[in-house]
């Protein structure tokens, strides 16, 4: 069966980094794109990054310039550098993979907060 096991979140200082990692089991990896999803509370899921099979990556505006996605196929890992965090970032983070089916993980939680 598909999982995908997200874990790195925790309490970070505004303008502090957080790596968060996305291990993946039950799926060709190589083959799926990758993404990364946050909701905050009260507000819908919404787009973070993605990197495609071929390394494609693509970010929110938010983001640009301070979150970083890369892969490890031998790994079967994603992860995402966080860095310059501000407290609007806070969230639940979510791993997604697709390759025709959309699989998500059960998300790690990132508080940022002096």
């Known amino acids: 069966q598909v999982q995908l096991v997200e874990s790195g979140g925790g309490l970070v200082q505004p303008g502090g980094s957080l790596r968060l990692s996305c291990a993946a089991s039950?799926?060709?990896?190589?083959?799926?794109?990758m993404g990364w999803y946050r909701q905050a509370p009260g507000k819908e899921r919404e787009l973070v990054a993605t990197i495609s099979s071929g390394g494609t990556t693509n970010y929110a505006d938010s983001v640009k310039g301070r979150f970083t996605i890369s892969r490890d196929n031998a790994k079967k890992t994603v992860y995402l550098q966080m860095n310059s965090l501000k407290p609007e970032d806070a969230a639940v983070y979510y791993c997604s993979s697709r390759h025709g089916m959309r699989y998500w993980g059960k998300g790690t939680l990132v508080t940022v907060s002096s």
């Open positions: 039950g799926i060709i990896f190589s083959a799926n794109t």
